[in-house]
Every structure is written in C-alpha cells, then in structure tokens.
Nanobody
Framework: VQLVESGGGSVQVGGSLRLSCKASGATFWHYCMGWLRQAPEKKREVDATIEANGQTTYADSVVGRFSVSRDNSKNTLYLQMNSLKPEDTAMYYC????????????????????WGQGTQVTVS
C-alpha cells in the first residue's frame, strides 16, 4: 500500500485544515486507517482511526475538534481539523494495516505497517 498525504500548512490558532491521504496499490476499502502525529522531540501518537465499516475512534486530545472519514470510491482518507491549537503543531502521518475491528479501534503506532511520508501542520 502506498500512501500520500496532502493538505498540511500553517494556520492561526482556532483555524481549520483538512488533510487528505491518497492510497494506492491495494484494496483500500478493507484496511484500518489512521491519522497519527509526531511533534518535535515527542513520540508518534495516534489521533484517530477509522475501521473498514466507518467506525471511528479518537484520542482524547482531539475529540470534538477532529473528524476522520474515508471515501472508498476515491481510495482517500481525510482528517478535518477544527479549533486548532499550538499544541497540534506536528508532522501528521496517514497509516494503514489490515486489522480486525477491535484491533483497529485500539491501534497504536506499531500496529500500522504502511505509512505515508507525512505532512506538516503548524499552528501559531
């Protein structure tokens, strides 16, 4: 699976961004997909996951502000980020793996075998 993120950039506090992740090379629709972030000098962490059936799970820090979705017809994953804070500044990665539903909802960094190159989000 090849994953390519886009949509990052610089935004003011309280602003919004929409990240996209285009997948190719495999059957996208049945993969567990995730958005993860890595801030400078911090460990990579999961922000949100979405199962093949569309069920979503979010980290506490983004609940109510971020929304993950997928368009299987376009092989594309999205992350709508609202009410952005300076602490959201990070490199954001799209990730995928063929995880069963309960694993997807509880997925952590090592569970994902496929990664994009990342897209930078800066909030100031």
């Amino acid at each position: 699976v090849q994953l390519v993120e886009s949509g990052g950039g610089s935004v003011q506090v309280g602003g919004s961004l929409r990240l996209s992740c285009k997948a190719s090379g495999a059957t996208f629709w049945h993969y567990c997909m995730g958005w993860l972030r890595q801030a400078p000098e911090k460990k990579r962490e999961v922000d949100a996951t979405i199962e093949a059936n569309g069920q979503t799970t979010y980290a506490d820090s983004v609940v109510g502000r971020f929304s993950v979705s997928r368009d299987n017809s376009k092989n594309t994953l999205y992350l709508q980020m609202n009410s952005l804070k300076p602490e959201d500044t990070a490199m954001y990665y799209c990730a995928a793996d063929s995880l069963v539903q309960w694993r997807c909802a509880r997925a952590s960094v090592p569970d994902f075998g496929y990664w994009g190159q990342g897209t930078q989000v800066t909030v100031s």
